[in-house]
């Protein structure tokens, strides 16, 4: 399906573009044949999935793919565990997709909007310091190459490292073989607690707890921590009954969220006493549920965020800078600072390529301007040894990258060699991989 390009806005409102053409295809075949189409007229072509990025790795004035139309389960490979989604299934679908097979993925983050195809693509992940992101369960992709041809990567190719997690630079993803696990429960424990307690708990929690993470509220002495425990898919579940979920994680995390956002946002005074009243209420809930039930959360306040992930081993003293930074600006911040882990791995472009990783994430609230804050921060997490999610906002180009990638080098010889005339790329790719 073939439409006239009109303006296209990211999820954050943030990013926008005017492609020169639409295209919707609904097989593998169709998306072989816009991308052929596409390379002979010698146009730009970017594929786009739920346009959950904060930076503009979707954007293009060239022709535009979405993915919508791609979703589904392939085939299933019970005995090793595994499974083949089309590309634009999105996470969301996926537990459904799984559960007739006994199966799950291993790690997920907060957010299930995305495609498979842009979460392994942009460096998504989760937390649990045993754990890595979305693109290391990767067991095999489809790429459709700019001549309309299609390269299958498998678990043995050398190119697996580089193709999993591609910022969208060495293809069209038709469909990934994704290396699940036996489905599980996870033990849910929230609670609010002293910032002071948390921090110098923190490395062992993190060593002792599948999956654990933190929010502080800036302004205040408290964090919301998050630990979930795994435990086998026939342990009984204690799961929150709706009215409860509903209060929780659509009254007070969006609803009353947003107000209070909007709130800061017209008098940011009243800020640092919202925030000490949210650090207090999120928390003190125990349950347990089917594992992407716990992992995930549905977010509808609009924001911007920023995150670097910095050695695991730098990040207290990381944290402490950016803690020392809105107090010396003396900035009223209503988001919360996240904070999460990920085990190191083998992808060439990830975020915890070959280190043990901490992820530190801020935000704020769309409404608002972010750049002076985003900007201090970046420079604390450079300093750091951080890396920039690749869907999150940040300034480094590819001069900057190549020294903080040890493999960055090898893919862009890849790039070279899969599309040298850049028939994949965009003003991002330009910026962060060089033209």
Not at 358 to 383: G, K, M, Q, T
């Amino acid at each position: 399906m073939t439409a006239k390009g009109s303006a296209w806005r990211n999820w954050g409102r943030n990013v926008s573009a005017a492609p020169l053409r639409v295209e919707q295809p609904a097989s593998e075949e169709a998306l072989r044949r816009c991308v052929g189409r596409a390379a002979a007229a010698g146009q730009r072509i970017k594929a786009v999935g739920a346009g959950h990025s904060f930076t503009d790795i979707a954007a293009t004035e060239g022709v535009q793919v979405h993915l919508r139309k791609l979703q589904g389960l392939i085939a299933v490979d019970p005995a090793r565990a595994r499974v083949r989604l089309r590309a634009g299934t999105q996470l969301h679908r996926v537990p459904a997709l799984l559960e007739p097979f006994g199966l799950a993925m291993p790690n997920l983050g907060d957010i299930d909007r995305q495609t498979i195809a842009g979460a392994i693509s942009t460096g998504t992940h989760g937390t649990g310091a045993g754990f890595g992101g979305l693109a290391t369960q990767v067991a095999a992709l489809t790429l459709v190459q700019p001549d309309g041809g299609l390269l299958t990567v498998g678990e043995d190719d050398p190119l697996l490292p580089a193709a999993a997690l591609s910022l969208g630079a060495l293809g069209i993803i038709s469909d990934v073989t994704l290396q699940c696990v036996p489905a599980f429960v996870l033990q849910a424990e929230e609670r609010s607690e002293p910032l002071p307690a948390v921090l110098a708990g923190m490395a062992d929690r993190v060593k002792t707890t599948d999956h654990f993470e933190f929010y502080w509220f800036p302004h205040t002495g408290r964090a919301a921590t998050k630990a979930n425990t795994r435990l086998p898919g026939t342990a009984q579940r204690n799961a929150l009954n709706p009215v409860g979920r509903w209060m929780d994680e659509t009254l007070l995390s969006n609803t009353i969220f947003r107000a209070t956002c909007a709130a800061g946002h017209a008098v940011p005074t009243v800020i640092p006493a919202v925030n000490k009243a949210a650090a207090r209420l999120l928390g003190g809930r125990n349950y347990s549920d089917a594992s992407a039930r716990v992992f995930t959360q549905r977010r509808t306040v609009r924001f911007r965020e920023m995150e670097y992930a910095v050695p695991a081993e730098r990040l207290s003293g990381a944290f402490a800078a950016l803690r020392a930074l809105i107090e010396e600006h003396g900035w009223r911040i209503s988001f919360p600072v996240e904070v999460r882990w990920a085990a190191a791995d083998d992808r060439w472009l990830s975020t915890a390529y070959g280190r043990d990783t901490a992820y530190l994430a801020v935000h704020r609230y769309y409404r608002e301007d972010f750049r002076n804050y985003f900007d201090a921060v970046e420079d604390v997490l450079l300093a750091h040894g951080g890396r920039p999610h690749w869907g999150k906002l940040h300034s480094l180009d590819a001069g900057a990258l190549a020294q903080r990638y040890p493999r960055f080098g090898d893919f862009c010889a890849v790039r070279d060699r899969l599309d040298p005339d850049r028939v994949f790329a965009n003003a991002y790719l330009d910026r962060v991989l060089g033209p």
